[in-house]
């Protein structure tokens, strides 16, 4: 199983130094990747009774491809995957162009992930419409790999029309691959019709936005993956190149405990986790790179 490791988004701060730390540690350690949330703005919860977002105005996000590029320079070989990106709130085309020179800057190490999000304020304000997301996803994707696999493209959809026109430079990987995130049966659908992987959906935390039970190293998540399976067959493609990733969370336990969990999402398929240290009471970035220490030593013992 591949291991990565979230970039602590909402604790780390802001010294461009702790982060550069931060990613050499997780490279250095043994990490395959690193994953990164994604949120351009934050709503004032005083200002909306009854809105219930999981991170407002107060919470900070590094912008992931931004955040990549720099870390591209950082690093020499460890993975970087948007984990996820809220793809129906941006244009399609500059997503497609940011990705591509993300790749090239980091010698082909992109991994993008993408989901249709919750936040219905941050749509508003980049003007982009929350009531079809869904729809729009798909024929977003379909456009970025085009964009990243022709010089020139002309395509004429029911949301996106352009004639004669191309990325320069390409990425690397052509396509680079993409993942998508959310638990509902339609995301399924869509990973095994035309997704290189599937970011699970593993907290509960989440679930209560989402309204879909969080997805287990259970029967329930065998269930779930077989399921997955059986759409991809159906798509006709081979399921086991659709990759899955879980999330491993050590808030309220030790890292120890948490890298325990590797056997179980290993026994029903798994085939990529990410372990986050967020919202466990850390206080600094080294205590953030102490429990990165702790979880990979006790999911690899030597």
């Keep these: ?56 105005h107060t919470h900070t996000f590094h912008e992931p491809l931004v955040l990549f590029g720099y870390l591209a320079a950082c690093t020499e070989r460890i993975g970087l995957a948007t984990s996820i990106l809220v793809l129906p709130q941006r244009e399609t085309a500059a997503v497609a162009k940011q990705a591509a020179e993300v790749d090239v800057l980091s010698g082909g190490r992109l991994r993008l992930g993408v989901a249709a999000g919750w936040n219905d304020v941050e749509f508003e304000a ?54 998508f995130g959310g638990g509902a049966d339609l995301v399924l659908r869509r990973v095994a019709q035309s ?40 798509a006709g493609r081979d399921p086991s190149r659709v990759g899955v990733e879980v999330r491993i969370e050590v808030v309220g336990r030790s890292a120890e405990d948490a890298a ?5 999402w290993n026994a029903i398929g798994v085939t990529h986790a990410q372990f986050t240290t967020m919202r466990a009471g850390l206080k600094s970035p080294s205590e953030h790179i102490a429990a990165l220490r702790r979880f990979i030593e006790a999911a690899r013992p030597a």
Excluded: C
């Design 260 to 264: 325990a969990d590797i056997a179980k």
């Design 1 to 56: 199983m591949l291991i990565g490791a979230v970039f602590p988004q909402t604790e780390i701060g802001s010294d461009s130094t702790a982060i550069r730390d931060w990613a050499q540690a997780a490279e250095s350690l043994g990490y395959d990747h690193i994953a990164a949330f994604d949120h351009v703005l934050g709503a004032n919860r005083a200002s909306r009774p009854g809105w219930k977002g999981m991170y407002d």
């Design 195 to 234: 997704g290189d992987g599937w970011f699970a959906n593993t907290s509960a935390r989440t679930a209560a936005y989402t309204g879909v039970a969080p997805f287990g190293p259970d029967d329930a998540g065998r269930d779930t993956l077989h399921r997955l399976h059986a759409y991809a067959r159906a």
């Design 126 to 179: 980049l003007g982009r419409s929350f009531a079809n997301r869904g729809q729009r996803i798909g024929e977003q994707v379909e456009v970025m790999r085009l964009l990243w696999t022709q010089q020139l493209v002309t395509f004429r959809g029911k949301w996106h029309r352009f004639a004669n026109v191309g990325i320069n430079p390409l990425p690397l990987q052509r396509p680079i691959p993409v993942w």
